[in-house]
RNA sequence: GCCUCGGUAGCUCAGUCUGGUAGAGCAACGGCCUUGUAAGCCGUAGGUCGCGGGAUCAAGGCCCGCCCGAGGCUCCA
């Protein structure tokens, strides 16, 4: 940073033309200041709120000798070569202002990007001119990060918790009785006090690798994860399922960059209000960021679209793949937490609070059902609704109901004050096998952000108003439900039962045993006859023996194991390895499809990624 | 991000304290076995001991820095 500091008699200035799109608000009108001290000031790159703080500090010692205090910083770009970018630099001359502000500086700004004219009358004495420089220290500026307002105000948030019951009555933590709704309890203690008990990994972890699914990958960044064939499959087929109920529900599917510019006014003043660390990229000149969320896009698609109260609630769906939040590297921990994740995003645009609502109940409905399609049960999840406490006082009964549809207590979280930009919202939450939380489903009511993006619908009077914003996550980050499916798999195993994935994201769903290679021919014409009804079927036609081909397949989790030799080419009755209930039945080929087909009914399908011979398939892990 | 622990064959791990020739099981590959519902037998190959630097005649082991993972802290819109 270059200042330009000047005792003067006097300054008169005026402010002339914008000079650059990110220029300030101002009049243009002729503002006069006397006996002050004026700090023409250039802001460099690599220039950060340290050098604001120094600069302020020495300019204070400064005006102590001359006994003078009063400052007019004043944005003077041609003192140097090298200057930041306007987004930056207004920042850092705001933050001069305030800094002088607090140290009880009778401080004055001239508006930062715009031609001004100006005359001034300097005092003759040795200390009236001055020129200095300010440079960032090496460490601060190692440790300064971009850290947006809303991460900063989240450390101050205050809240209250309370359990609401489903009929109404709210009962605070401490009073609550927890003896039949023990993952409430564990998930209220994770969320209030952070107490957790774990001294394991996490199971799911050694079973995404082992199972083939997922697998951390070093070349990357941590959270950014590998994805084998048969998780990609099981992957992509609840990226079909989610966004088939979303289109069903009514959203239109849309898709939107991964990055954006920093500079963009709307964007740079949302981040601030979005508690999430970015990815940065520099590329050419250009300052971007990884998206954390479809909000971006979509709200600059809806800023241009035309739209009423007749099309709305208006509901714009995106799955993106990815959003990038760059969480503490503490935080990331197999597929629970990532860096790099698939999240469905619909928002929908409301004409006003009745209208928000219903849509809330609507979706509010929506999330549980798709859950449960997903293989997730009511009691496998706890729900959170968070409010401020105005919106409580306005809106009881719709709060209640939402703990009604629930059918069991939840847990709130209440605000005093406003401290993001929604009033509403809930999230669903697994509770693992680590005691530990994590929210999958959520929703919330927006109030800030349409006029941010200058979002406006017209209404009946054909009056431009600005709408309501809900933001859900039908299903949460889907690799965060993988990660739940195998946890709760690992719950059941520790149950006594055989741990499973839902049959319609078993990547084999039937695996066909032969005796021996006598009876391959046969067994392909089963296995044919199986695939053909959509069923992913495979065939063990290693050299192995039958016990060992029996437990790979049992490890695996194949829901269906059919050994087939001499007797059943006579019979005509296949002896069935049932997984879910342990037992081997003896079904016909059409009843073992039939059961099947119905279990896996209104379920997205997606054949086998990888050869149908084991003998012809690579081994990924292990 | 901080503190603690860990990283040795594709996988799981021993060896590190006390410096002196790199180990096991599983998997892979070759062969035998042609099997009746959760591990058949024999053999072969497989290693920059996470990466970089240092002290030492000598480092997987000791010292320093970094990367990756786990637990805790913090955080989780």
């Not at 930041?84 to 800094?99: G, H, L």
């Not at 800030?448 to 933001?471: F, M, S």
């Not at 045993?513 to 992913?536: F, Q, T």
């Amino acid at each position: 940073m270059r200042i330009l500091q000047l005792h003067s008699n006097f300054i008169e200035y005026k402010p002339i033309q914008k000079e650059i799109s990110a220029a300030e608000e101002a009049e243009k009108k002729a503002v006069r200041l006397e006996e002050i001290v004026v700090l023409f000031t250039a802001v460099e790159e690599g220039d950060n709120i340290g050098v604001a703080e120094k600069a302020v500090e020495e300019i204070s010692t400064f005006l102590k000798k001359l006994k003078v205090n009063r400052i007019l910083i004043y944005p003077y770009a041609h003192l140097s070569s090298k200057l930041a970018k306007p987004s930056e630099a207004i920042k850092i001359v705001k933050a001069m202002e305030s800094f002088a502000k607090v140290k009880g500086i009778e401080t004055f700004r001239a508006p930062f990007g715009w031609n001004k004219q100006f005359t001034i009358s300097i005092k003759g004495h040795p200390l009236a001119e001055q020129s200095r420089t300010i440079l960032p220290s090496e460490i601060k500026e190692k440790k300064e990060e971009k850290i947006s307002e809303a991460v900063k105000a989240e450390e101050k948030l205050e809240s209250f918790w309370y359990i609401l019951q489903p009929d109404g009555k709210m009962v605070p933590v401490d009073d609550f009785d927890f003896a039949e709704h023990e993952n409430l309890e564990k998930f209220a203690r994770y969320e209030i006090s952070k107490v957790r008990a774990s001294q394991q990994m996490p199971p799911h972890v050694p079973l995404m690798k082992r199972l083939e699914i997922a697998d951390y990958e070093s070349g990357s960044d941590p959270g950014n994860i590998r994805w084998y064939p048969k998780g990609r499959l099981i992957k992509s087929l609840l990226e079909q399922l989610v966004t088939a109920k979303m289109i069903e529900y009514g959203a239109m599917e849309v898709e939107t960059p991964v990055m954006y510019d920093f500079q963009h006014p709307s964007l740079a003043d949302y981040l601030n209000r979005f508690p999430a660390r970015q990815y940065l990229l520099k590329s050419e000149d250009k300052e971007l960021f990884l998206r954390f969320a479809a909000c971006f896009g979509q709200f600059l698609m809806v800023h241009d679209t035309q739209f009423s109260y007749k099309h709305m609630p208006l509901r714009v769906y995106e799955l993106t793949r990815y959003s990038f939040r760059r969480e503490k590297s503490g935080e990331v921990v197999g597929l629970r937490r990532l860096r790099a994740f698939t999240m469905p995003d619909c928002h929908a645009f409301c004409t006003d609070l009745e209208q928000a609502k219903n849509e809330f109940i609507t979706r509010f409905k929506l999330c549980i059902n798709v859950l449960k399609e997903i293989g997730l049960d009511r009691e496998d999840y706890e729900v959170a609704i968070r409010f401020t406490k105005d919106f409580y006082e306005q809106n009881k009964d719709f709060v209640t109901s939402l703990a009604e549809i629930f059918g069991r207590p939840v847990l709130v979280e209440m605000w005093v004050e406003k401290f993001f930009y929604f009033i509403l919202k809930w999230d669903f939450n697994f509770v693992d096998n680590q005691d530990k939380a994590a929210a999958l489903s959520t929703d919330q009511i927006d109030v800030e952000n349409a006029k941010r993006y200058d979002i406006t619908y017209v209404d009946e009077k054909g009056e431009k108003r600005y709408p309501l914003i809900l933001h859900c996550s039908p299903s949460g980050a889907i690799e965060r439900d993988v990660y739940a499916l195998l946890e709760k798999a690992y719950k059941e195993q520790q149950k006594g039962k055989s741990p499973m994935l839902p049959l319609w994201l078993s990547p084999t769903q039937v695996r066909i045993v032969p005796m021996s290679d006598k009876y391959l021919a046969e067994v392909e014409k089963i296995a044919e006859a199986i695939g053909s009804e959509n069923i992913r079927v495979d065939i063990d036609d290693r050299t192995l023996t039958l016990q060992k081909r029996i437990r790979e397949a049992e490890m695996e989790w194949i829901p269906y194991i059919i050994v087939v030799g001499q007797k059943e080419l006579e019979s005509n009755r296949l002896p069935v390895r049932k997984r879910k209930s342990g037992k081997i039945q003896k079904m016909t080929l059409e009843d073992l499809i039939g059961e099947i087909r119905k279990i896996v009914e209104g379920k997205p399908f997606k054949p086998l990624p990888i050869p149908k011979h084991l003998s012809q398939r690579p081994q990924f892990y292990g």
